[in-house]
């Protein structure tokens, strides 16, 4: 039998690794985890599988489990069933619309098609390294297509983005924490500290989602 096994996260797509996590979610017995880790990650059928050698089984599901653990690299542009795909290129003008569906989607594994399509979309046009994407609609939109996106640029862009909701946490605690000696600044706190409050909570929410994504990563067993 021949047995395709993944060497990079190129090689795995966003379905196949929200099929494993959906799959493992509540058995985490360690044949259990295997026998998906070989079936999902290389396309077999468990007819094929129970056919392997035990020992030709454990090294695949080794291989296809530190495949897993690759550390990501972020990626702007991929290209996908002959469309190019550009992640959102200017962060400081996201729509509200956008925002709001990516602090829903970015929290779960199982909704992370819905938050790649908020993400990426089709590049319309685009000059050298500038580029322009098509206008946020839905997450319906793309989710069903970026299934098949490569979990490399997932990963990456999760990974980005717990990096930058971390250093817009403690920019923000910084800001409020400098500016607390003059008058007007200490009046403007006590007006309006419960909105301050709850903005910091939010992105120290969206940190420990984001932490907690990033770390299943590389936690397959």
Same mark, same amino acid.
């Given at each position: 039998?021949?047995?395709?096994?993944?060497?990079?996260?190129? #090689?795995? +797509?966003?379905?196949?690794?929200?099929?494993? !996590?959906?799959?493992?979610?509540?058995?985490?017995?360690?044949?259990?985890?295997?026998?998906?880790?070989?079936?999902?990650?290389?396309?077999? +059928? =468990?007819?094929?599988?129970?056919?392997? !050698?035990?020992?030709?089984?454990?090294? $695949?599901? /080794?291989?296809?489990?530190?495949? @897993?653990?690759?550390?990501?690299?972020?990626?702007?542009?991929?290209?996908?069933?002959?469309?190019?795909?550009?992640?959102?290129?200017? =962060?400081?003008?996201? %729509?509200?619309? #956008?925002? $709001?569906?990516?602090?829903?989607?970015?929290?779960?594994?199982? *909704?992370?098609? !819905?938050?790649?399509?908020?993400?990426?979309?089709?590049?319309?046009?685009?000059?050298?390294?500038?580029?322009?994407?098509?206008?946020?609609?839905?997450? #319906? *939109?793309? !989710?069903?297509?970026? #299934?098949?996106?490569?979990?490399?640029?997932?990963?990456?862009?999760?990974?980005?983005?717990?990096? =930058?909701?971390?250093? =817009?946490?403690?920019? +923000?605690?910084?800001?409020?924490?400098?500016?607390?000696? +003059?008058?007007?600044?200490?009046?403007? @706190?006590?007006?309006?500290?419960?909105?301050?409050?709850?903005?910091?909570?939010?992105?120290?929410?969206?940190? /420990?989602?984001?932490?907690? /994504?990033?770390?299943?990563?590389? %936690?397959?067993?």
């Amino acid at each position: 039998m021949k047995v395709t096994i993944p060497t990079s996260l190129k #090689e795995i +797509t966003l379905k196949q690794y929200q099929t494993f !996590r959906a799959a493992t979610a509540d058995n985490k017995e360690d044949d259990f985890v295997k026998l998906a880790l070989v079936t999902i990650f290389c396309n077999l +059928t =468990l007819e094929e599988v129970v056919k392997i !050698r035990v020992k030709d089984f454990n090294d $695949i599901a /080794l291989q296809v489990s530190q495949t @897993l653990q690759h550390e990501p690299s972020f990626s702007q542009r991929f290209k996908l069933n002959g469309k190019e795909f550009g992640f959102i290129p200017n =962060l400081d003008k996201i %729509t509200a619309g #956008e925002f $709001i569906d990516l602090d829903k989607y970015l929290k779960e594994e199982e *909704t992370l098609d !819905r938050a790649m399509a908020v993400l990426f979309r089709p590049i319309d046009n685009s000059f050298k390294d500038l580029y322009n994407i098509e206008p946020y609609i839905s997450s #319906e *939109t793309y !989710r069903k297509e970026l #299934e098949d996106m490569p979990l490399d640029v997932v990963m990456g862009s999760i990974v980005f983005f717990y990096n =930058l909701s971390n250093e =817009l946490l403690k920019a +923000t605690k910084d800001y409020f924490l400098q500016q607390t000696e +003059t008058k007007l600044l200490e009046e403007v @706190l006590q007006k309006n500290g419960v909105g301050i409050n709850q903005f910091i909570l939010s992105l120290e929410e969206a940190s /420990l989602s984001l932490e907690k /994504l990033r770390h299943s990563i590389y %936690t397959p067993f």
